[in-house]
């Protein structure tokens, strides 16, 4: 069973940065991607914003991201890290580590059933 452990969470002012990890602990994940979700206070639905392949470092934004987040990965150390600058308004919400496949398919959109493991969350606020 694969953990999923986020933290970075906090308090921002409106173009400011955070920087959000989530460590993986546990049996060998059966997938090769990491992203993370958003979710709205109030808004049931989750949107992927990031992703990368573990293996290769190919990374994937949501266009509401691209050019202000940047999501890397450490394998030796089971980590990945997003990277969040200029920080906005609509950005704030629970941001939730996975693990799953196809990140192609998830990040911009909803989750999808390529999603397997999932962190408990960590809260980002930005203030005006």
């Known amino acids: 069973q694969v953990q999923l452990e986020e933290s970075g969470g906090g308090s921002v002012q409106a173009g400011g940065s955070l920087t959000l990890s989530c460590a993986r602990s546990?049996?060998?994940?059966?997938?090769?991607?990491m992203g993370w979700f958003r979710q709205v206070p109030g808004n049931k639905v989750r949107e992927g914003v990031a992703?990368?392949?573990?293996?290769?470092?190919?990374?994937y934004y949501a266009d509401s991201v691209k050019g202000r987040f940047s999501i890397s990965r450490d394998n030796a150390e089971n980590t990945v890290t997003l990277e969040m600058n200029s920080l906005k308004p609509g950005d704030p919400g629970m941001y939730y580590c996975?693990?799953?496949?196809?990140?192609?398919?998830?990040?911009?959109?909803?989750?999808?059933?390529?999603?397997?493991?999932w962190g408990q969350g960590t809260l980002v606020i930005v203030s005006p």
């Open positions: 992703a990368i392949d573990t293996r290769n470092g190919v990374t």
């Open positions: 996975a693990t799953g496949g196809f990140p192609g398919l998830w990040v911009g959109s909803a989750p999808t059933a390529a999603l397997d493991e």
């Open positions: 546990g049996s060998v994940t059966r997938r090769n991607s």
